[in-house]
């Protein structure tokens, strides 16, 4: 359950009509449980990059590979010769988020949104898309 007190700090979700959502039920903590700041997850995704952590290295080598398509543990990643495009997204009601990594690029991106529908999720998808193509030419872009 949520503290009181946590509750002024924590932004509200909303369904594609503007309606606010309520928070995550307690029996879905496992989805949704994870509260943070942009700051720390900016911390997060240097991490995920930087891949020295054992864990980390392992979480990024493919598990199922379908030709430039692979899954790893969590992540999903696009390849080509040279580079990654290593990514997930989540949806829970009344929020959506995108985490982007290219570290042969030392490229990362994130994207919290506090709006959960098809069209802001593929909107999320787009606008990263040009972020990416805007920041190196050479960057590979989501599917």
Known sequence: TIQKRALPRLAVGYDETGRPMPYVPDWLQGAGAIKSTAGDLLKYLRWQMAETDPAVKLSHQPVLTQGNYSAGLNWQILS????????????????????????????????????????????????????????????????
Not at 105 to 116: Q, S, V
Not at 117 to 136: C, F, P, Q, T, Y
């Open 80 to 143: 080509n010769s040279s580079r990654r495009l290593i990514w997930q997204e989540g949806n829970i009601d009344g929020f959506n988020a995108l985490c982007i990594q290219q570290p042969e690029l030392r490229i990362g991106l994130i994207i919290l949104a506090n709006e959960e529908d098809r069209k802001s999720a593929h909107g999320n998808s787009v606008m990263a898309n040009e972020i990416l193509s805007g920041l190196d030419r050479r960057a590979i872009t989501l599917p």
